[in-house]
């Protein structure tokens, strides 16, 4: 399972400038450790090719809300993605606030993980939808 890292400068604009509730997020895929918060499609992810497109896949808020003292940032599960073509290969899977373009946090999954597109493989990510993608107490 992959493991959850916040990208610690996404933290301002988590409790000042995005709405997280209402706000478009996004999981996007690519091999480069995500650093800093700025977030460009086809740059800070994948190219669109091989069963991917540039700027992940857009997914829809399941819950936004405080509960005891502790927001939780909910959403939906399971995104996929299948290769077609030649393929594409990822570490990482990234969460992106697409309507400020925003990369707020990303899951690594340890090594590269090689999308055959002659065999159409596909990759499911799993989100925590019991605690949600991000927590702030």
Not at 19 to 32: E, H, I, K, V
Request: aromatic share 12%.
């Amino acid at each position: 399972m992959a493991t959850y890292n916040k990208i610690a400068g996404a933290i301002d604009f988590l409790v000042e400038g995005i709405n997280a509730g209402t706000d478009q997020w996004a999981f996007a895929l690519t091999n480069t450790t995500p650093s800093g918060t700025a977030f460009v499609a086809g740059t800070n992810d994948l190219t669109t090719s091989g069963g991917y497109t540039a700027g992940g896949t857009n997914v829809t808020t399941t819950s936004s809300a405080e509960a005891t003292g502790t927001y939780a940032l909910k959403l939906p599960a399971p995104t996929t993605w299948t290769a077609s073509g030649g393929g594409f290969t990822f570490r990482y899977v990234t969460l992106v606030d697409k309507t400020t373009n925003i990369q707020v946090g990303y899951w690594d999954n340890g090594s590269s993980i090689v999308m055959n597109g002659t065999n159409a493989d596909t990759f499911v990510f799993t989100p925590d939808t019991t605690n949600g993608v991000f927590t702030i107490a």
